[in-house]
């Protein structure tokens, strides 16, 4: 059987990937901070994730997902000051918007999507171990992962010493040990969330959800961890730090998460799209635009996961002619069918997705069968074939290929030339005034053609869509 393969930034190398029990395969990825709508780059990790939980499962029965919602933060609680409003009425109708804008994306919910907030018991029951540990120590109401305790550290982003402390989230904090130190518990104020804790009130910091909402749904370890290349440091690397010292694996970085994947960064003239930054594009504004989620994603996907990809009107252009082809070569060949493609011959048209995701080969592979079967001179057994791995290829994209008539009717309408419907229905008034009833009737088929029906009374001709 074809080997699946991906890129293990773990150990920067790309790997056959060897399920740990082939049974179960289980996924983790860092989903949002939902305190606004998410925008196009969030979405890309979100695609790339989907996407890589369809391949998997063409091989492998069970897959488990599991993807977080942050909805204890800094920028939550900020939020909430600005507007006055509840946190926890920002963070369920951030969560509500998220997860409907994914779905119009085609990404199917995560198998298991926890909230930070209901694992604050486990949170706190981890730190505790570390502490026990000695990784961890209590300062000034706050808890730090002592960095220094746990050689190994680095080991994901390669980062040295020196550049772990440049890119520390925060300033050297007083209560810091070392300044590497990060924050696994933190003081809150009375105006601000906590949770009671053996350290007084307080709340997590962000590391530590990951650590153990993965654990508590997947067990460790598990098999894939991702995430942006953005979390690569500080975030996954203190993951790793507090999965494996709070276990007594501080010799083996593998003992958290065994393949570790993550995605490039969308950009926008070269860089990263993000809040901060402000050049981002929400997804919800371009759904609104009229641009379909399916389209969204082919753009998405158009690059290999592990290289930026660079946002663009040209590229959504590219996408909407690239999915009418897919649709329109579908519904044409509806009534040739499909027959049931034997194991080795799926593998054969999974070739490209097995292959580290890559993604521009299986759409140069798409290409490739829409030109076989637009040809006139290709049998009907052998469209059966084609059309039959064009639709594996979609399925597993997660194109929604059972979206195409929609999807063409949508499209028509929306590029509808109404001046040339006026024009037509004119010349046709004109024909009808000079008695020449068959040019008449030639127009109205012609109308007909284009989706539009004719209605003459008493004030004139009018139409409407069939
Ligand atoms: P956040 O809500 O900022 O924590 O991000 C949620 C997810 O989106 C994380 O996995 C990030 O790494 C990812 N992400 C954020 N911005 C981008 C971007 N411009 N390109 C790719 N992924 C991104
Ligand atoms: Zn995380």
């Not at 942006?228 to 501080?250: T, Y």
Request: proline residues 4%.
């Amino acid at each position: 059987m074809a080997q699946i393969q991906f890129t293990n930034s773990l150990t920067r190398k790309k790997e056959v990937f060897e399920p740990l029990d082939p049974t179960h395969i289980r996924l983790y990825a860092c989903g949002p901070t939902v305190y606004d709508y998410a925008h196009l780059g969030n979405a890309r990790m979100a695609v790339i994730f989907d996407l890589l939980r369809n391949v998997l499962e063409t091989r492998y029965e069970k897959v488990t997902y599991v993807s977080n919602i942050t909805d204890i933060d800094d920028k939550i609680m900020t939020r909430a000051k600005e507007t006055g409003k509840d946190i926890s009425d920002i963070t369920k109708l951030y969560t509500a918007i998220y997860n409907e804008d994914m779905a119009a994306l085609g990404n199917r919910a995560p198998t298991i999507q926890p909230h930070a907030t209901d694992h604050v018991a486990e949170m706190i029951a981890q730190i505790e171990q570390l502490i026990d540990a000695g990784h961890a120590y209590e300062s000034d109401g706050h808890v730090l992962f002592h960095v220094p305790s746990f050689p190994k550290y680095g080991g994901l982003s390669g980062r040295s010493r020196d550049e772990q402390i440049a890119g520390a989230r925060v300033e050297v904090a007083s209560y810091k040990k070392d300044a590497a130190d990060f924050v696994l518990w933190k003081p809150s104020s009375e105006d601000e969330p906590g949770w009671p804790s053996p350290w007084g009130r307080g709340r997590p910091g962000w590391h530590i959800e990951c650590s153990v909402m993965s654990e508590k749904h997947l067990g460790l370890p598990f098999d894939i961890h991702g995430g942006g290349a953005d979390l690569k440091f500080p975030h996954h690397e203190n993951e790793i730090a507090q999965s494996c010292c709070a276990h007594g694996n501080e010799g083996d970085l593998s003992a958290f998460a065994k393949t570790w994947i993550h995605n490039g960064f969308l950009t926008v003239e070269g860089e990263k799209m993000s809040k901060s930054l402000g050049n981002f594009t929400l997804i919800r504004d371009v759904l609104d635009e009229g641009v379909d989620g399916i389209v969204i994603r082919l753009a998405l996907l158009s690059a290999s996961y592990k290289k930026p990809l660079d946002w663009s009107k040209e590229l959504i252009s590219r996408m909407e002619k690239m999915l009418k082809r897919i649709y329109t070569v579908i519904l044409d060949t509806a009534e040739i069918g499909t027959i049931d493609l034997s194991e080795t011959h799926k593998n054969d048209v999974l070739a490209a997705l097995y292959n580290d995701l890559n993604t521009p080969q299986a759409f140069a592979d798409i290409h490739r069968l829409l030109s076989d079967l637009e040809r006139g001179d290709v049998s009907s057994e052998d469209k059966e074939v084609l059309r039959s791995e064009l639709l594996l290829l979609c399925d597993t994209l997660g194109l929604k290929p059972e979206n195409a008539e929609n999807y063409l009717n949508k499209a028509d309408a929306s590029t509808l030339d109404k001046a040339l419907v006026q024009k037509l229905i004119t010349e046709r008034d004109a024909a009808k005034q000079n008695k020449d009833y068959a040019r008449a009737d030639a127009l109205r088929d012609e109308l007909k053609d284009m989706g539009i029906a004719l209605k003459d009374g008493p004030e004139g001709t009018t139409w409407e869509r069939l």
